[in-house]
C-alpha cells in the first residue's frame, strides 16, 4: 500500500453527526487524494491536496471539507454525514511531484451513514 | 456523456482464456492511459500505464491505446484464477476512471 493508512477502517455513524477520515503516508509524498467508490461509479475523486495546506475540489467535493496541516497526514470531514456518503472512501498518493497519473491506493475506510 | 465508458461486466472466463477489457472515453486531449487491479475489499493497484498511442507489454499483460478511435484495452493472455479482480481504466493526468469490469477466472 505505499506506505499509507487510513482509519478508521470501518465505521457505522448516524445521520447529521460530523465524521472525520484519516490518511496518513510515510514517505513524504506531495500529491494526496480522497476517493469514493460505488458500484456503477468507479472512483469519484472528492478532494486533494498538493502540499500543506494547498487544497482543491475534485469532482464529488459537495458535503466535504479537508485539512493537510502536515506532509504525511489528510484528513476528510464530513461536517453532517448524509445516508447518500455511506461509501468505500480511499486515499491515494501520486509520487513524483507533478507525476499525477500513477496513484497509489491505500486500504479503503467503510462508513455507512444510518 | 461520462468522460469514460466501462463495460461492467461481470465477465466470467475459462483459465488459460485470453481476456480482453476495454474502455472508451470522450476527450481526444488525454495523454495517459492507466490501469489498475482491484481486489474484493482492497484499494485499486496501478497495473499498466501508456503515455499516448500505441501497445505496452508487461508479462501475460497488454495495454493498448487507439487515440484515433479513443479506445483503450487491456489484454490478459493465460488468465489465472489469481487475476479475479475488478479492472479500472483511468484517463488524464488527474484521473478520471471507468466504472470497472469485475473479471473472474474460472479453474
Known amino acids: 500500500d505505499a506506505g499509507i493508512t487510513q482509519s478508521p477502517r470501518h465505521k457505522v455513524t448516524e445521520t447529521g453527526t460530523p465524521v472525520t477520515l484519516r490518511c496518513h503516508q510515510t514517505e513524504n509524498h506531495r500529491y494526496m487524494y480522497w476517493y469514493r467508490q460505488d458500484p456503477g461509479h468507479g472512483l469519484r475523486l472528492i478532494h486533494y491536496?498538493?502540499?500543506?495546506?494547498?487544497?482543491d475540489k475534485g469532482e464529488v467535493s459537495d458535503g466535504y471539507s479537508v485539512s493537510r496541516s502536515k506532509t504525511e497526514d489528510f484528513l476528510l470531514t464530513l461536517e453532517s454525514a448524509t445516508s447518500s456518503q455511506t461509501s468505500v472512501y480511499f486515499c491515494?498518493?501520486?509520487?513524483?511531484?507533478?507525476?499525477?497519473?500513477?496513484?497509489?491506493f491505500g486500504p479503503g475506510t467503510r462508513l455507512t451513514v444510518l | 456523456q461520462k468522460e469514460v465508458e466501462q463495460d461492467p461486466g461481470p465477465l466470467s472466463v475459462p483459465e488459460g482464456a485470453i481476456v480482453s477489457l476495454n474502455c472508451t472515453y470522450s476527450n481526444s486531449a488525454f495523454q495517459y492511459f492507466m490501469w489498475y487491479r482491484q481486489y474484493s475489499r482492497k484499494g485499486p493497484e496501478l497495473l499498466m500505464y501508456?503515455?499516448?498511442?500505441g501497445n505496452k507489454e508487461d508479462g501475460r499483460f497488454t495495454a493498448q491505446v487507439d487515440k484515433s478511435s479513443k479506445y483503450i484495452s487491456l489484454f490478459i493472455r493465460d488468465s489465472q484464477p489469481s487475476d479475479s479482480a475488478t479492472y479500472l481504466c483511468a484517463v488524464s493526468r488527474q484521473l478520471t476512471f471507468g466504472s470497472g469490469t469485475q473479471l473472474t477466472v474460472l479453474p
Open positions: 491536496s498538493y502540499g500543506v495546506k494547498d487544497t
Open positions: 491515494a498518493i501520486s509520487e513524483g511531484g507533478q507525476v499525477t497519473y500513477t496513484q497509489y
Open positions: 501508456t503515455y499516448s498511442s
